[in-house]
C-alpha cells in the first residue's frame, strides 16, 4: 500500500502542468500551438522567453517536490525518492487530466537527478548543455540525460530496483523524442537559436 501511495503520489503530481494551465488562462491550448508539447521549450517559442523559464523551474520543481516528499513520508522504502520521482515524470508525460498527452520530462527529469544529488545534477546539466549547444538541438538533451543519470544511479547505489525504474522511463523518454530525431533527418527540427530568433523559430514550426 506504501509503494502504490508513493507511486501515485509522484504521478498526480506529475499531472500538475504550467505549460497547459498557462495556455488555458490566455484562451488556447499549448499543444495545438508550434510543436504541440506541453512544456518549457515550446511554451517559449509560443509564449515567450519569460513563460519558458517560469514553466521549466516549475516542472523541475515539481519532480524534485515529489521526490522529497516521498522520502519523508516514506523512509523505509529506501527507493522511494526514485520511485516518486519517476512516477512524476510518467504523469507529465502521459496525464489523465490532459488525457494522457502532455509534455517530454526534460524538465521533470532534472527535478529528479537534482533531489538525488545536487553535484550530479550540475554535472550533467553542464555536460547537455555543451552537447545541445554543439549539436543546437535541445531534443537531445532528455534521452542522453535520462540514460547518463541511469547509469550514475546504478553505479553510486546498487540498487536494482531503482536502477530499472529510471531505465524504463529512459526508454519512455526516448520514444518520446523519436519524432524530434526523425525531424533532425528531415532538416525540419528547431534548432536551439529559436531562443534568439523567435520569429524565424515559429514560422519554421508553423510551416512542418
Given at each position: ?9 509522484g504521478y498526480l ?56 516528499i516521498?522520502?519523508?513520508l ?40 537534482l533531489?538525488?544529488?545536487p ?55 526516448l ?24 520569429d ?9
Open positions: 500500500m506504501q509503494i502504490v501511495l508513493c507511486s501515485l503520489m503530481i506529475g499531472n500538475i502542468n504550467p505549460a497547459y494551465i498557462l495556455s488555458r488562462l490566455k484562451g488556447f491550448d499549448i499543444r495545438e500551438r508550434g510543436s504541440g508539447n506541453a512544456g518549457a521549450s515550446n511554451v517559449t517559442m509560443v509564449m515567450g522567453k519569460k513563460a519558458g523559464v517560469f514553466t521549466a523551474l516549475f516542472d523541475i520543481f515539481k519532480a524534485f517536490a515529489a521526490s522529497f516521498a522520502a519523508e516514506f523512509p523505509q522504502i529506501k527507493y522511494a525518492k526514485i520511485m516518486s520521482g519517476v512516477s512524476c515524470i510518467i504523469g507529465h508525460i502521459f496525464p489523465f487530466m490532459m488525457k494522457f498527452h502532455g509534455g517530454k520530462g526534460l524538465a521533470c527529469l532534472g527535478g529528479v537527478i533531489s538525488f544529488n553535484t550530479i545534477f550540475f554535472v550533467l546539466l553542464l555536460v547537455e548543455l555543451i552537447l545541445a549547444l554543439t549539436a543546437d538541438y535541445i531534443c537531445i538533451v532528455a534521452p542522453s540525460g535520462s540514460v547518463m543519470f541511469t547509469l550514475f544511479y546504478a553505479l553510486l547505489t546498487g540498487d536494482p530496483t531503482g536502477t530499472v525504474m529510471l531505465a524504463v522511463v529512459s526508454v519512455i523518454i520514444f518520446k523524442h523519436i519524432e524530434n530525431f526523425e525531424k533532425i533527418q528531415k532538416g525540419t527540427e528547431v534548432h536551439i537559436s529559436f531562443l534568439w530568433q523567435k524565424d523559430g515559429r514560422n519554421r514550426l508553423n510551416k512542418h
